[in-house]
Every structure is written in C-alpha cells, then in structure tokens.
C-alpha cells in the first residue's frame, strides 16, 4: 500500500501543477486579448474620429457644426438602408415560412388506426418473452349469481301476454285474480 498511495500522491501533485499552469497561460491570453482589444479600439478611434480642435472664432464653430451634421445625416443614411434591408429580409422569411406551412398542408397525413390489443399483448410486447403473467382480468372475476325475486318468476311463469289477457278478461278472469290475490 505504500508505493500505491505515493503514487496517487504523485498523480495529484502533477495534476494540480498542470491545472495551475493551465490558468497561467489563460490569464496571460486573457491580458494579451485585453490590450489587443484596447489597441484596436483606439485605432478605430483614430481613424474615424479625428481629434477635435475647437475654433475661437464664429465662423469656424459653424462650419464645424456643419461638417457633424453632414456626418450624422450620413450615419443615419446608413441606418435607414439597414433597417429597411432587414425588414425586407424578414418580409422575405415570412412569405417563405407561408409557403413551407401551405405545402405541408396539401399532403394529407393518413389517419392513425386503433389498434386494439389485450393486456397480455401489451406486456408481451412490452417485456418480450419474459412475460409469464396472466392479466386476463374477465377471469379473475367474481361471478355472482342473480337471486329470483317473485316478480322475476312471475315474469317468466306469466308467458305469452296474449294467453294471460284472455284470462283475465271477462267476469272469471276477475275472479280468479281475486281468488290469486288472496
């Protein structure tokens, strides 16, 4: 146990050196990028906004404000050609996505059938032959017997219900339905 524990040891130790080299390099890069950044910027600076100079007279200020506005109206110039290239380009995707939802729509999709299977089927189908359980669940039930009331037996003895009027009808009908009744 002794070799093995110092030679996880060993790899733990290498293993933070390397981690912490590792964030070395990256904060350097990081450091690297930032300046880079900062360089790009201020040359950009530079270049498109040369140093201002305020003119001590009248006449000079004017012809400054004049040249900021001719650039803005340049700037917005741009933006506006921007703004209306893009809403075109959405208007476009649009019109696409219209097209791709009314092609979709032509083809009719075939209807799903039902497909009706047993308990067993599904498990069988759902576990594979491992399945031994029976789930037949009209078998597990209980059967129970219907108890005959009169009026069920009465039903059943009654018959024909043509035979039963002519029985009753007339004054022995009635007189047997008394002689029943009591």
């Known amino acids: 146990m002794g070799d093995e ?7 733990t130790a290498r293993r933070q050196h390397l ?16 300046s880079r950044r900062e360089s790009e910027k201020q040359n950009y600076l530079s270049e498109h906004c040369p ?12 012809e400054l404000c004049k040249q900021l506005h001719a650039k803005i109206d340049a700037a917005e110039e741009e933006k506006y050609d921007m703004e209306v290239r893009v809403q075109k380009s959405t208007k476009e ?39 031994k359980v ?5 078998a597990n039930l209980k059967q129970v017997k219907k108890e005959d009331t009169e ?4 039903l059943r003895d009654v018959g024909d219900w043509r035979k039963n009027i002519e029985e009753k009808s ?12 009591s």
């Open 93 to 131: 995707l649009e019109d696409m996505n219209q097209k791709l939802f009314d092609l979709r729509g032509k083809f009719k999709r075939p209807p799903l059938r039902r497909v009706r299977m047993s308990a067993d089927a599904m498990l069988k189908a759902l576990l594979g032959s491992k399945h």
């Open 19 to 34: 981690k912490s080299v590792m964030l070395q390099i990256a904060a350097t890069e990081l450091e690297k990028d930032k």
């Open 51 to 62: 140093p201002l100079h305020l003119p001590g007279s009248m006449s000079e200020v004017q």
């Open 5 to 11: 524990e110092k030679r996880n040891r060993a790899i």
């Open 151 to 154: 009026k069920e037996r009465d």
């Open 134 to 138: 029976c789930m037949d669940l009209r």
């Open 170 to 181: 007339g004054m022995e009908g009635r007189k047997k339905m008394f002689e029943t009744e």
